[in-house]
């Protein structure tokens, strides 16, 4: 366990125990200073995200919407973490010139090739399927995977075993074969 | 900018930094451990849970904070979970990860938001159906393990992380 990894970041342990400390800390500031305990998440900011653009054509069916009125479209603590995410990964990745333009993982190239068509077109259905399910089952690996198993919520456990059961069956089923 | 809104960037700005430098945002590690190939997402995750379920267990106890569980909608969860599951194989980035992997240049990311935007639109077009069918399949409600099983979170607890810290013994035995 060497506090870095071979390509020149922190040990995952290290870095993941401070996600841990950060999770701690957090809840902690918003319980005291905003007089609700808020624990980390993501995806519920995705809903917001689609509201916010949606209301720029169609105001009136946005409001009418019964699932945008449940989860109130606002730029809230929320949708500021996930600002906050792209700036600090944008900063850490200048600390250590780890920042790279891609415009296809080198992965996906293997399986694929480099049409930057095709993986957009992949990653644009893949983003449609995994947030209706992510918003089906209430959370994603950050709200059910970390706050969820932090709090030994058993609907934590449930989700993140389908997750990765799942997600485990389709890499395989789609990654694995041979590029044709 | 109201306190919830500095609060939520500087929290989200230590989490992104922490999730670029722990290297979770690359697509080839997701992929990776989906593949059972390379485990650093699990390693961090891991760490990550181990240590808030400590800090997050003792404050709860010493009543400074509330838990708030996610509902153990069982329908929901495994037909939720598994379309999340099949979604992420294929884009290789998760709702969090995705615009980190943004911020560190990836910028076919914008894809994978974009289509969880979308995602997302569709869900709220699909819930007044949903919320009659899958999403009132069976719910048993806010429930934690403890209770559950009717064990003490200070057998869990342990048992949790000692369980983790085997699990990453093997992962290095291995060089996952």
């Known amino acids: ?180 | 900018m109201t306190t919830a809104h500095w609060l939520g960037l500087f929290t989200g700005i230590a989490f992104g930094f922490l999730l670029q430098k722990g290297r979770v945002l690359r697509f080839e590690k997701q992929l990776g451990a989906m593949l059972l190939k390379d485990m650093t997402i699990l390693k961090f995750m891991m760490s990550a849970i181990v240590v808030g379920m400590i800090g997050i267990m003792l404050l709860s106890d010493a009543g400074i904070i509330k838990l708030s569980h996610k509902p153990m909608n069982l329908g929901a969860i495994l037909l939720g979970g598994a379309l999340f599951g099949t979604g992420w194989a294929i884009m290789g980035y998760c709702p969090g990860t995705s615009v980190g992997a943004l911020g560190e240049g990836r910028w076919h990311a914008i894809f994978a938001i974009a289509g969880m935007i979308a995602g997302a639109a569709v869900y709220a077009e699909l819930y007044p159906i949903l919320k009659t069918t899958v999403l009132a399949w069976k719910d048993f409600g806010k429930i934690g393990l403890p209770e559950t099983l009717g064990v003490s979170k200070w057998v869990i607890v342990p048992l949790f992380s000692i369980g983790t810290l085997g699990l990453f013994a093997w992962f290095e035995k291995k060089g996952l």
């Open chain 1, 1 to 180: 366990m060497s506090p870095e990894s071979s390509d020149g970041g922190w040990s995952p342990y290290l870095a993941g125990a401070l996600v841990g400390v950060l999770a701690i800390v957090s809840v902690f500031a918003t319980t005291t200073l905003l007089g609700k305990g808020s624990y980390l998440g993501a995806s519920t900011t995705f809903v917001r995200a689609a509201g916010l653009l949606q209301q720029t054509v169609a105001p009136e069916h946005v409001a009418a919407n019964e699932y945008f009125k449940k989860e109130k479209v606002m730029v809230d603590w929320q949708f500021m973490i996930i600002i906050g995410i792209f700036v600090g990964a944008l900063a850490a990745s200048q600390t250590d010139k780890s920042f790279k333009l891609e415009s296809v993982p080198p992965e996906w190239e293997k399986r694929f090739g480099p049409s930057v068509g095709k993986r957009a077109i992949g990653a644009f259905l893949g983003g449609i399927v995994a947030m209706v399910g992510a918003r089906m089952a209430d959370g994603c690996p950050s709200g059910h995977g970390l706050s969820g198993l932090m709090q030994l919520s058993v609907s934590g456990f449930v989700a993140l075993g389908m997750f990765f059961s799942v997600g485990i069956l389709v890499a395989g089923l789609v990654y694995r074969r041979r590029r044709s």
